[in-house]
């Protein structure tokens, strides 16, 4: 089992939908939530970074944790096709240095 | 203010040659972080340096691959003797350099290595 999961996609969506993208995770050291955006042919861009459980709210993103059912959302309203890239998902030990694990990320397309 | 930059962009090898990755971190920053993703996997950690000293390289496999990040200079992946499954994208990312699990990663645009 992988440490954490991510539904691969591909997700498409039409212009202006909210976007709801998860992961789960099954070890309880992970205390720190990332969510980075991927272009195609690009490197991960960090969009939201949240370390309680709660939500978190950056413009049209959405961070959404629940640590007790080990389960982390992204929520992205009126979406734009230019939201249209690779999202994945990542965390961190509680202390220590940043060693991330990555979901595999899911591809989303917005449909204009 | 450049970001992270990593050289080349492209690599093309053939079996049994070495490949050689730079990766020059944000200006600041002391910490490098170096990363493969293959398709449909994800971003697989792989090294963890600081300047001169390598602090977790448990993700790097035993053989064939090295790092370093030297007091002057990028920070350089090293593969020897590549084979077709060492093809992937290579990410190097740095951070400010408290190395705390909060220092946020900047990642660069990758190297997309193919081997032959």
């Known amino acids: 089992q992988k440490e954490v999961e991510q539904d691969p996609g591909p997700l498409s969506v039409p212009e202006g939908a909210i976007v709801s993208l998860n992961c789960t995770y099954s070890?309880?050291?992970?205390?720190?939530f990332m969510w980075y955006r991927q272009y195609s042919r690009k490197g991960p861009e960090l969009l939201m970074y949240?370390?309680?459980?709660g939500n978190k709210e950056d413009g049209r993103f959405t961070a959404q944790v629940d640590k007790s059912s080990k389960y982390i959302s992204l929520f992205i309203r009126d979406s734009q096709p230019s939201d249209s890239a690779t999202y994945l998902c990542?965390?961190?030990?509680?202390?220590?240095?940043?060693?991330?694990?990555f979901g595999t990320g899911t591809k989303l397309q917005v449909i204009p | 203010n450049a970001g992270v930059m990593q050289n080349p962009r492209h690599l093309v090898r053939r079996r049994g040659q070495e490949a050689r990755l730079r990766c020059s971190p944000m200006?600041?920053?002391?910490?490098v972080y170096w990363y493969r993703q293959l398709p449909e996997e994800g971003l697989k950690f792989m090294v963890y340096?600081?300047?001169?000293?390598?602090?977790?390289e448990s993700g790097m496999p035993k053989e064939r691959f090295s790092a370093e990040f030297p007091k002057e200079g990028p920070s350089i992946l090293r593969i020897q003797q590549v084979v077709r499954g060492d093809s992937a994208a290579y990410f190097c990312?740095?951070?400010?350099?408290?190395?705390?699990?909060?220092?946020?990663?900047?990642f660069g645009p990758g190297t997309r290595l193919t081997v032959l």
């Open positions: 990312a740095s951070s400010p350099g408290s190395g705390r699990a909060t220092d946020t990663q900047y």
């Open positions: 070890n309880s050291a992970f205390q720190y």
């Open positions: 949240t370390y309680s459980s």
């Open positions: 990542a965390m961190t030990h509680k202390g220590g240095y940043q060693k991330v694990t």
């Open positions: 200006k600041g920053h002391s910490h």
């Open positions: 340096l600081q300047k001169e000293n390598i602090i977790d």
